[in-house]
């Protein structure tokens, strides 16, 4: 049993695709099997799929099948799983998605199945807005993280080949791994 947060814990932030899960890889393996659109991970340096010729009907279909069925059996990222079960000694851990809220019983399953603990959950691309008082952040998208460096919270951005891009807050911080973040928030 997962015991409440006390009062006062700080809030951690926690992003899930490609964060916590390997989710670019089953989306391109998605777009390979269905369509035979072939893009490779350092191609993606934008983290939008029809910048590399999918269709949005292509899109919305490889999206669908993600949400219900595909996202509960993603890979967890290197080094996630221990360094969650750390963290959430510490901290609050709030758990934020882009995800569609089609997704949640499947997400929710697959955050049990992988043993990743975390004390709240939500579905929203307003990530910085939602009025949480993040102590911290863990995201991969560059575009959220400099929304939510905003706040005032720290942002540590996993490098992706899609968040390349220098960095343009001060709050914001570039990590490479799991152990790197553990070194920061421990
Ligand atoms: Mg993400």
Redesign the pocket.
Do not use: P
């Given at each position: 049993m997962r015991k409440r947060a006390r009062p006062g814990k700080p809030i951690l932030g926690v992003?899930?695709?490609?964060?916590l899960a390997e989710?670019d890889a089953r989306l391109r393996a998605l777009f390979r099997k269905l369509y035979g659109i072939t893009l490779k991970e350092h191609q993606m340096t934008q983290y939008d799929y029809m910048t590399y010729g999918v269709t949005e009907e292509q899109l919305r279909q490889v999206f669908r099948i993600f949400n219900v069925e595909a996202c509960r059996t993603l890979k967890v990222v290197p080094g996630a799983k221990t360094a969650m079960q750390q963290l959430a000694g510490r901290y609050e851990i709030a758990l934020v998605t882009?995800r569609n809220p089609e997704s949640k019983a499947s997400t929710e399953y697959w955050l049990r199945a992988k043993g990743l603990p975390y004390d709240q959950l939500h579905f929203n691309d307003d990530k910085h807005a939602l009025g949480i008082p993040y102590h911290a952040f863990i995201?991969?998208?560059h575009e959220h993280a400099h929304l939510i460096a905003e706040t005032g919270a720290t942002v540590y951005l996993l490098t992706r080949p899609w968040n390349a891009t220098p960095l343009a807050h001060p709050n914001v911080r570039r990590v490479h791994t799991w152990s790197e973040i553990l070194d920061h928030l421990m």
């Open positions: 992003d899930i695709d490609n964060v989710s882009s995201e991969d998208r």
